[in-house]
């Protein structure tokens, strides 16, 4: 499985949320500093380097992120750029046969930065933020999503609201983050095949998002990703306890939903999807849902960041587009054979 997503974006970040939570700047305002074990910390994680073919390549000066897209589509293997490092100016330069861990080395060396190997990839980021390679997701997704495997490529600076969309569109999945982890935006990348926990944790250090600053929750249907500042419930359902037979079966009716539409073309809305007012959405997710959805007018503006949610119950759907806000101070609840969002 192939995904691409290397169409340039200026994409602006999520709009302020609501009540005072305000959506997060793009991780790495300040270094991930490198531990050792003299201070007691967990090493960052060693892997022996990826066995790549020998490669041959040759460039002029262009910006790195350009020159990381032409390697992934000239040599293959695997590179993971730190976002940030994208435009820095690179000489140009020839390898010949070399091997494939000399071609990393000819790229990290000029941005002053190392080549870290990863099982699938090599790794390519200033000294100072030599702790995302503490970042590990092997063990902490369900079993039947970390038997997945794809190929991927993701521009430098595209939003990870939209590389979870199209990983959950092209991989038939649901991967969703709250909006502190999905307003950072990811580094130039290529990889594959490769596991989905080495995707996910690639997709997470090259967007500069600290090992320690996000937990991962997951079942046989999804998996969320939460900053460890979001302490909003697994649920917002407010009236659970006293739904009828009927209201159960509809929230364990089985959708499929790209928000905020999905429009002709749901994988090109996966690729591109700005956030949205609520007010634009409900009638998108009404008939998705096949369920009339409201929410008061005081919520009508708050952004509905892009994701794609792909064979869950719609309870679940609910409540994974709910917690994209960091706040459990808006809620749902089942009236009659209607969903309605509004505050608590």
């Not at 999503?145 to 969309?165: C, D, I, Q, R, Y």
Request: aromatic share 6%.
């Amino acid at each position: 499985m192939f995904m691409s997503i290397y169409k340039r974006r200026t994409l602006a970040l999520p709009a302020a949320l609501l009540m005072g939570v305000l959506a997060a700047v793009p991780w790495g305002c300040a270094p991930a500093r490198e531990k050792t074990a003299e201070s007691g910390a967990k090493p960052a994680r060693t892997a022996a380097a990826p066995a790549f073919p020998k490669a041959s390549f040759q460039h002029e000066t262009a910006p790195a992120g350009d020159i990381v897209r032409k390697i992934g589509e000239e040599v293959g293997g695997g590179i993971v750029l730190m976002q940030g490092l994208e435009e820095r100016s690179m000489p140009g330069f020839e390898v010949d046969g070399a091997a494939y861990a000399a071609l990393v080395q000819k790229l990290a060396e000029p941005l002053e930065s190392r080549a870290e190997p990863l099982p699938h990839a090599w790794f390519i980021a200033p000294p100072d933020y030599a702790g995302l390679l503490d970042t590990r997701l092997e063990g902490r997704l369900p079993e039947r999503f970390a038997a997945m495997t794809g190929t991927v490529a993701f521009g430098a600076k595209t939003p990870l609201s939209n590389v979870l969309a199209v990983l959950s569109q092209n991989m038939g999945v649901t991967l969703v983050a709250d909006n502190f982890i999905t307003g950072a935006r990811c580094g130039e990348l290529f990889m594959g095949p490769a596991p989905l926990p080495e995707i996910l944790a690639a997709v997470l250090m090259s967007a500069r998002v600290p090992p320690d600053a996000y937990a991962v929750e997951g079942t046989d249907e999804y998996v969320f990703i939460r900053s460890t500042r979001n302490t909003a419930p697994p649920s917002l359902l407010v009236n659970g306890e006293n739904l009828t037979p009927e209201q159960r079966a509809l929230l364990d009716r089985v959708v499929d939903v790209v928000l905020p539409e999905p429009g002709a073309n749901p994988v090109e809305t996966a690729f591109g999807a700005r956030p949205a007012p609520l007010k634009s959405v409900l009638t998108p997710l009404t008939q998705q849902f096949r369920v009339v959805v409201s929410a008061k007018k005081v919520l009508a503006d708050v952004p509905v960041t892009p994701c794609v949610m792909r064979g869950v119950r719609l309870g679940t759907a609910m409540d994974l587009m709910l917690r994209q806000w960091p706040t459990d101070r808006v809620v749902w609840e089942v009236v009659d054979d209607q969903v309605l969002i509004r505050p608590r």
